[in-house]
């Protein structure tokens, strides 16, 4: 299909180990975001990608997680040293952004399935 | 106090009823609006964005009061499928990055 894809649905790791999230946005969207969903709670801003312009990391928990967006399209987040407050299901989305604008009302984000991250 | 706050519900609603949900922000540089839906253990996605005017989609209908600094979804002669939870979003001065989600509010809509 043509939405946002998530690699792996579902990952159990153990505390302590890394792991590394893929995000596939649709082809053409220059906008791309991470979001992490824990249980009964709302979304929570990671990082956001624009182009060829620096990421705006603020919302990365600590310097344990990181992303990367190659070529301007797939994307990974990685996380070293996972703890058990890691395990939530993190959600990529991206966006189709007019050139000049960050945002618009005709880009709304498409969300990808998401990967549900376990650590034990 | 939380940037965008929702009632969680959950609203029991019989079909057929109409039902509204209101979604407050904390930000009065807020510019952009908008309510996502997510069904259980799936994705959000978008419902509708919200216009300063108002407006209108079949059976939904969004609103934003400024002054007071909410927005509101009604959803009118609700189906079953309407069952879902509502995201209200929230983004600062139309920068992508500062989209903030509520936590949503549950709706179920039974026989």
């Known amino acids: 299909g043509a939405g946002v894809s998530q690699s792996p649905s579902n990952k159990v790791t153990e505390k302590g180990k890394d792991v590394e999230l893929r995000c596939d946005p649709i082809s053409g969207h220059t906008a791309l975001y991470w979001y992490r969903q824990s249980l009964g709670q709302g979304l929570e801003f990671l990082i956001y990608?624009?182009?060829?312009?620096?990421?705006?990391k603020s919302g990365l928990p600590s310097d344990r997680f990181s992303a990367e967006r190659t070529g301007g399209s797939v994307s990974t987040l990685t996380i070293q040293r996972t703890q058990q407050e890691d395990s939530a299901v993190y959600l990529c989305?991206?966006?189709?952004?007019?050139?000049?604008?960050?945002?618009?009302?005709?880009?709304?984000?498409?969300f990808g399935n998401g990967t549900r991250l376990t650590v034990t | 106090r939380k940037e965008v706050e929702q009632d969680p519900g959950p609203f029991n609603v019989p079909e057929g009823a109409t039902v509204a949900f209101n979604c407050t922000y904390s930000n009065s540089a807020s510019q952009s609006f908008f309510w996502y839906r997510q069904d259980c253990r799936k994705e959000p996605k978008l419902l509708m964005s919200?216009?300063?005017s108002g407006n209108e989609d079949g059976r939904f209908t969004a609103q934003l009061n400024r002054a007071s600094q909410y927005i509101s979804l009604l959803i009118r002669d609700s189906k079953l499928s309407d069952s879902a939870t509502y995201l209200c979003?929230?983004?600062?001065?139309?920068?992508?990055?500062?989209?903030?989600f509520g936590t949503g509010t549950r709706l179920q809509v039974t026989l």
């Open positions: 990608f624009q182009g060829n312009s620096a990421p705006d």
């Open positions: 919200v216009y300063s």
């Open positions: 979003v929230v983004s600062v001065t139309g920068t992508a990055s500062k989209l903030t």
């Open positions: 989305a991206s966006s189709l952004s007019p050139s000049g604008q960050a945002f618009s009302y005709n880009s709304p984000l498409h």
